[in-house]
């Protein structure tokens, strides 16, 4: 490939003779087409200006439309005109220099003076000092010629000493300036001349920038630029008649000026101090400042904003009964958005048959020639005929085409994703709700977009990168991100209780649902356990051992782990082979985890497949549901509540006496006011802590040993569904201490917090102790202390997100080129060295089992039981 | 200085490549120098190390993920 480096680029400005030598044809007739529809010989669109009909060729280059880049023309004007956009450097140049001969107002030796001082300056400022030093002397010291105050009239309009000052006298005026003067105002005469700033020639653009648009009625309509052209060549003409006429001074005045109105907005309509031209309609002119300008402009709607086709967008909605790398395609999107197909031997017939069957099915066929023909009812029989091998038919979409799904914020790879498509009804695009996490997304109103890949290579790396069950492990930790959630924990844990059984009948309903067709062996007598059903959507020789997330209420109910504790044996879940042996599945990623990195994808996506059903199935059967009663706390927990409440109350007030006193013994390394306020709040948390484990291990004690437990909120909360332990606490034990800005809540009026306190209660109640829960109520005092902790968690929110949303951004950003190259280093795009090693172990961890190499403890069971065989 | 830099616990060991070692190390990552991380001829273990520029310091540290890992840094 031929590689060439950008040295840079310069703006300048184009002298009267670069235009004419660039100018393919010299426009002369402010006249576009004539009466048969032709392009004017000489006018504004003359075909030496390029093309816009695609069976014509340019007579310039001699190339159709799409090689033709349009060449330039150019237009004589007969008087010159000032280009507003350079009128502020005339002005500067008119101030500093004599009208007669041109110098700067300044002696020689004042001049080689500034010299020195200009060489410290910018430009600007240079300019400016000159400007001050000369604008006033009403002498030149060159020339002895007096000087006069020169004004501009922004945004053209010159006057000296209340004359009218001419572009042409303008023109002579800065031709005569020398160049050592010029120097110091800054120009390199290799590039630019201020003479140029007041235009004699203009150019006219090429056609290709000024198309003309055929309306459906036949009426040719001309671009903006063009009917600014017209003016100006119009008004041109005009002024050249009455030059040659002889016409009076002031008529030619006249249209002088308006020459140079037409010519300062067609660079910018939106010049200050001139009316914007308007169209006839009323409608003001988008000239060529207004094309490249602002939100709409050029540079921010064109460049910087691109768009695609072949994308779609739509709100989301949850469908459990898609699979995961399925995406559910509404009709409507599916018979808009199309993807090309070539016809071979192998498919041909088939190509014929999708034709022939009419609909949307397939919307253009291009042959092997190019030619691209759109099917309707009255040419499909004959493009069937037609078809061959090699012609590109393209159709709209079908079930199991690959698409990419994508939701904004993009921040991670898994941003987006590859699936296939599942045409369904409807408007809105489905997915299944275990790939919400990847996305970020819940379906409150969320949209996302779907792209369609239009090449065999862009489908192919969608598949073998971006599919959904190849990006299951995350690269960050190295476990699964896309894994059952909420009603499938909750589902699972049901399903594989202790106390979960089924009849013969209700077992094979399950397992129907499961998609599972043999019927195992019954394992409780006659009766089928739960554990026994959900062991056939395992993969056979699988194996694992885990904890659960029972371990974790266990541990949040402080039970004691005793050879006694019956409850332990349900924390941890031991496969073999396929069957669970025990423990209760929840959905903890570890199991998942274990499938993938054992078995095909199509094994997991038929393992997530048997999960969605049974669970559905299975809760509707057995109806988890929760009512207000279940947070009325039992009597027994009530009492010791009432007791651990009685015993923060007595500390906390000893506490509080203690430091009023100045007897507090302070925290090493803090104040005493510190090590009082701290204390306080770990006590309010002790309090919420005691009576928290009693009702976590009631729940579990209820769950895990009555032979027929309620399904409700205690279900959701062990099986990690929905809700913790502590938003039992909450509901139904103590609220505790509240929290702002992780303190107890402080400044109020003087010496209280809030006027239902007594003077310089430093107490626990004072301080924003809650000892009721949302079941009983709170009193008022309370029920304000809650929202001061609960207005500081909402603005967190707000807070947090925005912070480190831009914190990520810029982290992101900054690292997006980093790579591992081939000799597993780390570099930049320009292949500088960042890390010798990736992660300086050289471990990816989404290809590796907990950052270890291999899983050796599994690796050496297997090794043993081979043997053992 | 009270003490010399390299022994505080927390500053890794630094040490200053021969020149051939350097050369080979290049080799060996098929690198220009300016490839490499650079350190500033400033920093102090530089200055402990009585290292110009151009040199190369091998820095070995203690990485909580993979033990001793190995880092190279040029002088600038």
């Known amino acids: 490939m031929l590689m060439k480096r950008l040295e840079g680029i310069e703006f300048s400005v184009l002298s009267p003779e670069q235009i004419r030598k660039m100018a393919a044809i010299e426009i002369k007739t402010p006249d576009t087409y004539d009466k ?23 007579k310039t280059c001699g190339q159709k439309m799409k090689q033709c880049p349009g060449h330039f023309g150019s237009l004589e004007l007969i008087r010159p005109v000032i280009h507003a956009k350079f009128s ?128 459906e009625s036949g009426i040719k309509s001309e671009d903006d630029l063009t009917h600014k052209l017209v003016d100006i060549i119009r008004i041109n003409l005009r002024l050249k008649d009455n030059i040659d006429a002889g016409a009076p001074q002031l008529i030619i005045e006249d249209l ?86 070539f016809v071979t031997e192998w498919n041909l017939e088939e190509m014929k048959k999708l034709i022939k069957k009419g609909g949307e099915n397939v919307v253009y066929v291009t042959k092997p020639n190019g030619l691209r023909k759109k099917i309707s009812d009255l040419n499909r029989k004959e493009v069937v005929e037609e078809l061959e091998i090699g012609s590109k038919v393209e159709r709209t979409l079908q079930n199991g085409d690959i698409v990419l799904f994508n939701r904004q914020p993009s921040l991670h790879r898994v941003s987006m994703l590859a699936h296939n498509v599942k045409i369904v009804p409807g408007k809105a695009l489905r997915l299944n709700p275990m790939v919400c996490k990847p996305y970020n997304a819940d379906f409150d109103g969320d949209e996302m977009n779907l792209h369609v890949p239009q090449t065999q290579e862009g489908q192919t790396e969608a598949r073998e990168l971006m599919f959904v069950q190849n990006q299951i492990l995350s690269p960050r930790h190295g476990e699964p991100i896309i894994v059952g959630q909420e009603d499938d924990m909750t589902g699972l844990f049901l399903l594989t209780m202790d106390q979960t059984e089924f009849t013969k009948e209700e077992a094979m ?90 078995y095909s994808t199509e094994i997991l996506e038929r393992y997530y497949y048997s999960m969605a059903h049974v669970v559905h199935e299975l809760m509707t059967m057995k109806g988890v549901t929760i009512g207000v009663e279940e947070f009325n706390p039992v009597a027994s927990i009530e009492a010791e509540r009432e007791k651990a ?97 992780s303190g107890r809540p402080k400044k109020g009026f003087s010496e209280r917090l809030i006027a239902l306190n007594e003077r310089n209660d430093l107490g626990p109640e004072a301080g924003g102790f809650v000892r009721s829960n949302f079941y009983r109520g709170m009193n008022p005092k309370e029920y304000f202390m809650h929202s001061m902790g609960g207005r500081q968690g909402e603005v967190d929110t707000g807070v947090a997100t925005k912070v480190s949303g831009y914190l990520y951004r810029r982290l992101a950003n900054s690292l997006k080129d980093l790579h591992v190259a081939n000799d597993e280093t780390v570099r930049t795009a320009s292949k500088d060295i960042v890390q010798f090693r990736y992660g300086e172990d050289g471990i990816f961890p989404a290809r590796t089992t907990g950052g270890a190499l291999a899983n050796f403890k599994e690796e050496i069971r297997k090794l043993k039981k081979g043997k053992a065989k | 200085m009270l003490k010399a830099l390299s022994e505080h616990h927390l500053v890794p060991q630094h040490e200053l490549l021969k020149k051939d070692e350097a050369k080979n190390l290049l080799a060996q990552f098929g690198l220009d120098v300016d490839k490499l991380p650079r350190i500033s001829l400033e920093d102090p273990m530089c200055t402990e190390l009585k290292a110009g520029i151009g040199d190369v310091i091998r820095i070995v540290r203690r990485s909580p993920v993979a033990g001793d890992t190995i880092y190279y840094r040029r002088v600038v």
Not at chain 1, 261 to 279: E, I, L, M, Q, R
Not at chain 1, 683 to 688: D, E, I, N, P, T
Request: charged share 30%.
């Open chain 1, 509 to 598: 309903h399950v397992l129907y649902n499961m998609g599972v067709t043999e019927l195992p062996e019954a394992d409780r007598g006659k009766n089928y356990s739960g554990r026994l059903l959900f062991s056939q959507a395992l993969p056979k020789g699988l194996n694992a051992e885990y904890t659960n997330n029972t371990a974790r209420v266990l541990r949040q109910a402080d039970i004691p782990k005793d050879g006694n504790e019956s409850l332990y044996k349900h924390a941890l879940v031991k496969i073999e082979d396929g069957n669970v042996l025990s423990g209760i599945v929840d959905s903890t990623p570890k199991l998942v985890e274990t499938i993938v990195r054992n």
């Open chain 1, 88 to 215: 502020h450097k005339l002005e500067e140049l008119l101030h500093g220099t004599c009208r007669e001969c041109g110098r700067i107002a300044l002696k020689d030796e004042q001049i080689a003076e500034m010299k020195t001082q200009i060489a410290r300056l910018t430009k600007e400022e240079a300019i400016k000092l000159i400007v001050k030093k000369t604008k006033t002397k009403r002498k030149c010291p060159h020339c002895e010629a007096e000087r006069k105050e020169v004004l501009l009239d922004k945004p053209t309009n010159f006057f000296i000493d209340k004359d009218r000052l001419y572009p042409s006298q303008i023109r002579e005026w800065v031709e005569k300036i020398p160049e050592k003067d010029l120097e110091l105002f800054g120009y390199d005469l290799a590039r630019v001349r201020p003479e140029w700033f007041v235009m004699t020639a203009l150019q006219v653009p090429p056609i290709t920038i000024r198309p003309s648009i055929t309306l």
């Open chain 1, 645 to 741: 409440i009685a015993e923060e109350i007595k500390e906390g007030t000893e506490l509080a006496e203690k430091y009023a006193s100045g007897k507090l013994e302070p925290i090493p390394g803090r104040s005493v006011d510190e090590s009082f306020e701290s204390m306080m709040v770990r006590l309010g948390g002790k309090v919420r802590g005691k009576v928290q484990a009693r009702l976590a291990e009631q729940k579990l004690r209820h769950l895990y040993e009555n032979p027929r437990p309620t399904l409700d909120s205690a279900l959701l909360m062990v099986s990690g569904g929905r809700g913790s332990m502590l938003n039992f606490s909450y509901m139904s034990g103590v609220f505790g201490q509240i929290s702002v800005r």
């Open chain 1, 36 to 58: 048969d529809g032709f392009p004017m010989e000489g006018g504004l669109m003359d075909p030496h200006m390029g093309v816009i009909n695609p069976s014509l060729r340019c």
């Open chain 1, 256 to 341: 002088w000026d308006l020459l140079q109105y037409h010519v300062t907005t067609y660079y910018d309509n939106n010049t200050a101090g001139v009316p914007p031209a308007k169209h006839r309609s009323g409608r003001p002119l988008r000239t060529l400042a207004q094309r490249l300008k602002g939100k709409k402009g050029r540079f921010r709607y064109n460049l910087t904003g691109k768009r695609v086709n072949y994308a779609a967008r739509s709100t989301i909605i949850p469908d459990p009964f898609l699979s995961i790398n399925e995406v559910g395609v509404p009709e409507g999107i599916a018979n808009t958005l199309t993807v090309p197909e």
